[in-house]
């Protein structure tokens, strides 16, 4: 009973989280609109930077990658491994918005506040995405299931930098004073980083604790 008042409070916990980060997203870029950001007005003052262009793609992109962020909680309950129809449909939903986000996010990484550094750390983002999340469905049809559900979990690590990039950088610009141009490629990278060392972390632990039951019974 404890320990499955424990996955649900992590459910709500997570599910709390992903609200509040798509809210934002809705203010920020659908109320108040793209021009309004300030990651995006600097590049308005480019004359030759395609807004109406990059606009498509923006919204592509944050539109699917919200929909991956409150797709994923739901598939690491037991209650939906365990009503396997619904577990598929929410899996390629969540699948089916990745791949439709990745050649969303290569595109606007070319136009990336913080210049080549920013480009590199996207394009490194986007290749993380797509790698850990095509694993994932490649273990599934191989009928590996726990492969399967620990390159899900890497997938959705990524899929959270989403957030946790947005902690990083102004930690980094406004309380360590790093500059914006250095700023914005640093907290791509240490997002990504710290999200796949955690979700490597996460796989590890619950490896060992599969073995130790195995051989305590």
Request: proline content about 3%.
């Amino acid at each position: 009973m404890g320990g499955r008042k424990g996955m649900n409070y992590k459910a709500l916990l997570s599910y709390l989280v992903v609200a509040l980060f798509i809210g934002y997203i809705v203010i920020q870029y659908i109320v108040y609109g793209p021009k309004q950001s300030g990651i995006v007005s600097g590049k308005l003052e480019d004359p030759g930077f395609p807004y109406s262009q990059w606009q498509v793609f923006f919204f592509i992109h944050i539109a699917t990658g919200a929909i991956a962020l409150a797709a994923g909680p739901f598939q690491f309950l037991k209650a939906s491994r365990k009503k396997t129809s619904i577990h598929r449909i929410i899996g390629r939903i969540y699948v089916s918005s990745i791949f439709l986000s990745v050649p969303a996010g290569i595109y606007l990484a070319f136009y990336a506040t913080g210049g080549m550094g920013s480009t590199i750390g996207f394009l490194c983002l986007d290749a993380a995405w797509f790698v850990t999340t095509f694993v994932g469905i490649k273990r599934i049809r191989e009928r590996k299931i726990t492969s399967h559900q620990e390159w899900m979990v890497r997938s959705y690590a990524v899929t959270l930098v989403f957030i946790t990039f947005r902690i990083f950088l102004p930690l980094l610009t406004i309380v360590a004073g790093t500059s914006f141009a250095l700023g914005f490629p640093l907290a791509v990278f240490l997002a990504m980083l710290m999200n796949l060392w955690l979700a490597e972390w996460y796989v590890r632990r619950k490896r060992s604790a599969s073995v130790n039951t195995r051989f305590s019974v």
